[in-house]
């Protein structure tokens, strides 16, 4: 299966480059956003729209690919922000994993914060980095002190923490 960084020719990680090709071009691309009651994201319709413009438009200004998810991504990760903001009543939001070294995504919700007086926490964009190395190295901490599970564990992908 084939997918979307590969088309642009981003590989994996493929934050950075898209970030990088995403400032040659202009988001004029319109992709399909979704919008769940709860706060849930999936980026899965988007992804899958872009395997399928890919297909049948191979000459797509890539640039202006790119340009166009980050503007989807953020559009649909500010609307939930500003909702569970105001659900929750709070006046400061972090910004956090991977995504949040992305630059489009930092200045719009700088501009959000701005205009809203909120503020807006993120870390360095060294420290950005994908949430997997952080659950590796918890999972590190347990196995050395021998606090593991046996071969039944399972995931339960739905499950709450609060």
């Known amino acids: 299966m084939i997918k979307w960084q590969e088309l642009l020719v981003c590989g994996y990680p493929g934050?950075?480059?898209?970030?990088?090709?995403?400032?040659?071009?202009?988001?004029?691309?319109?992709?399909?956003?979704?919008?769940?009651?709860?706060?849930?994201?999936?980026?899965?319709?988007?992804?899958?729209?872009?395997?399928?413009?890919?297909?049948?438009?191979?000459?797509?200004?890539k640039a202006d690919l790119c340009a166009s998810f980050e503007k989807t991504v953020t559009e649909m990760l500010l609307d939930n922000t500003k909702r569970a903001a105001k659900q929750c009543n709070t006046e400061k939001i972090a910004l956090a994993g991977g995504v949040?070294?992305?630059?489009?995504?930092?200045?719009?919700?700088?501009?959000?914060?701005?205009?809203?007086?909120?503020?807006i926490y993120y870390p360095e964009p060294i420290l950005c980095t994908d949430n997997a190395a952080m659950i590796a190295a918890s999972a590190y901490y347990h196995y050395i002190i021998d606090d593991v599970s046996d071969l039944t564990l399972n995931a339960v992908p739905n499950l709450r923490i609060d």
Do not use: C, M, W
């Open 15 to 61: 934050g950075p480059k898209v970030d990088k090709l995403a400032k040659e071009g202009k988001p004029i691309i319109n992709l399909p956003k979704t919008h769940f009651e709860n706060f849930d994201f999936s980026f899965s319709g988007i992804k899958t729209s872009i395997i399928n413009l890919y297909h049948k438009q191979p000459d797509l200004n």
């Open 100 to 119: 949040s070294a992305n630059s489009y995504i930092r200045n719009e919700f700088l501009k959000f914060g701005e205009a809203s007086k909120k503020y």
